[in-house]
């Protein structure tokens, strides 16, 4: 399943913990504090219990999002760590 995690951690090293644990399950950077990943549902709730071991619920924030296939085909991502990607005709970036 598709997931996009977005955080808003006060903390440099709480933030780098989130960011560690993160890449530890695969999922690739695509802007500062957001975070594109393909992960198994088994592990969701996994990476939802490491997560929440680290933020602190009265000054932090995270968003989880699942992402249906057919939505994350129609995306475009223009970013460093990722490929121009534009399936929908219908988009135009100039």
Do not use: H, P, T
Not at 22 to 27: H, K, P, V
Not at 42 to 69: H, P, Q, Y
């Amino acid at each position: 399943m598709k997931i996009v995690v977005s955080y808003d951690i006060i903390e440099n090293k709480k933030r780098q913990k989130v960011i560690d644990i993160l890449e530890g399950y695969g999922f690739l950077r695509v802007q500062k504090s957001v975070f594109l990943g393909d992960i198994k549902i088994r592990k969701v709730r996994e990476l939802l219990f490491e997560l929440s071991g680290v933020i602190d619920l009265e000054k932090d924030a995270l968003c989880i999002l699942n992402i249906c296939e057919k939505c994350y085909g129609k995306g475009i991502f223009i970013s460093k760590n990722m490929n121009y990607k534009m399936i929908e005709e219908e988009f135009f970036i100039i």
